[in-house]
């Protein structure tokens, strides 16, 4: 689909150029990257760096939410989900952004802003746009009902950042040419890594000295 607004061409360039070089990446370089001739370009279409950081997020949760709400149901109608089929609901849209879509730099733009509001807070799950990942997180919650509450909760929080970082290493083999795009193989091992997290055993250990 061709980029016709300049609001998606600086939203494109910044996921970019903020994978590649972080969220501090100067907003006049975003701009020109967008070819704006105007600097102060980002500040007119989105008022801060924090609301460009925003947009981004939000303006690929469209398709996620999407593809996630597909899977979701197709679970459903099996009558029966576990942790792995929950993380496939998560996961899997995010791999195909390349294999379908052609985006090859949100999963490291999302890598760079891992502790920015705009993915951490939980108020954000009350939007709209994040029914899927409330439900999934939700559910896995239920389903790891037998550890500990205070782990539990300790490991849904380190999901997004494990995910993130996998998703970012995983794009970058791809861009490399070490994996393929669209390998399957490749996303099943990232969903097996994500439940190891999730579903370790408790080891009890020694008080250390």
């Known amino acids: 689909m061709a980029v016709t607004s300049a609001r998606e061409r600086i939203i494109l360039a910044a996921e970019q150029l903020i994978a590649e070089r972080g969220p501090a990446v100067p907003l006049r370089d975003i701009a020109a990257a967008a070819e704006q001739r105007n600097n102060s370009a980002v500040q007119y279409h989105f008022g801060s760096r924090d609301g460009l950081i925003e947009a981004v997020v939000e303006h690929r949760l469209v398709t996620l939410e999407i593809r996630r709400l ?3 149901a197709e679970q459903a109608g099996t009558g029966e989900t576990n942790v792995h089929d929950l993380l496939e609901a998560l996961v899997i849209p995010m791999l195909e952004l390349g294999d379908r879509h052609g985006i090859h730099h949100y999963a490291r733009f999302l890598e760079q802003i891992h502790t920015h509001p705009a993915v951490t807070d939980a108020a954000n799950l009350a939007s709209a746009q994040r029914t899927s990942v409330r439900v999934i997180m939700q559910q896995l919650d239920r389903e790891l009902a037998d550890l500990p509450k ?5 490991r849904l929080r380190a ?15 791809v861009e490399a040419g070490k994996v393929a795009v669209g390998d399957v193989a490749a996303w099943g091992e990232i969903v097996d890594m994500l439940a190891g997290v999730l579903t370790a055993p408790v080891v009890e250990r020694a008080p250390i000295r």
Not at 150 to 154: F, S
Not at 159 to 173: C, I, S
């Open 150 to 154: 205070r782990l539990r909760l300790r």
């Open 70 to 72: 597909e899977l979701l």
């Open 159 to 173: 999901l997004p950042t494990v995910l993130f970082a996998l998703l970012a290493d995983h794009e970058r083999a």
